[in-house]
């Protein structure tokens, strides 16, 4: 099976050039985990995923809050916004490298890359790297599953 075969190609992207504060509109409204970041032909610059965005506001401690379990609300940091110019930076600040799986590729190159670069999606290319789809952790082990032909029952 190909990318092209289990992809979304229903995807929200963004450019370069767009603000902080717009790709966090689009990634509440759409209710989506990452953006893709193109330039005006398609092709694609970047990834941005909405934890790039959350840590940009997080408090330096978070990485130590696993270590908390007893301490359930977090009062003030839990409502931390951004200071208003930080969301007029432009999204090719914070934006990660540009990870893509070609449509033609099979789900094993897409889940190597997915996990070697610790991603829940991929965006997906064309033979001359436009976004043509994006594929998740979750399209790509479905597409696994369904050729293991697991009846029900056994």
Do not use: Y
Not at 12 to 35: M, N, Q
Not at 43 to 72: A, Q
């Amino acid at each position: 099976m190909q990318i092209k075969d289990c992809m979304k190609r229903t995807v929200f992207s963004i450019t370069v050039e767009s603000t902080i504060a717009e790709a966090a509109r689009v990634l509440a409204e759409k209710h989506i985990g990452s953006l893709p970041v193109v330039d005006a032909d398609g092709k694609l610059e970047g990834l941005l995923p909405l934890r790039s965005l959350l840590m940009t506001v997080m408090p330096d401690f978070v990485h130590l809050i696993e270590n908390f379990d007893f301490v359930v609300d977090f009062g003030a940091a839990e409502e931390r916004k951004p200071d208003q110019a930080l969301l007029l930076h432009r999204v090719g600040e914070i934006m990660l490298p540009p990870h893509a799986v070609e449509e033609t590729s099979g789900l094993m190159h897409a889940f190597a890359l997915l996990d070697r670069h610790q991603l829940h999606d991929l965006p997906v290319v064309d033979g001359q790297g436009r976004l043509v789809g994006i594929v998740s952790r979750v399209d790509v082990g479905a597409a696994f599953l369904s050729d293991w032909n697991v009846t029900q029952g056994g």
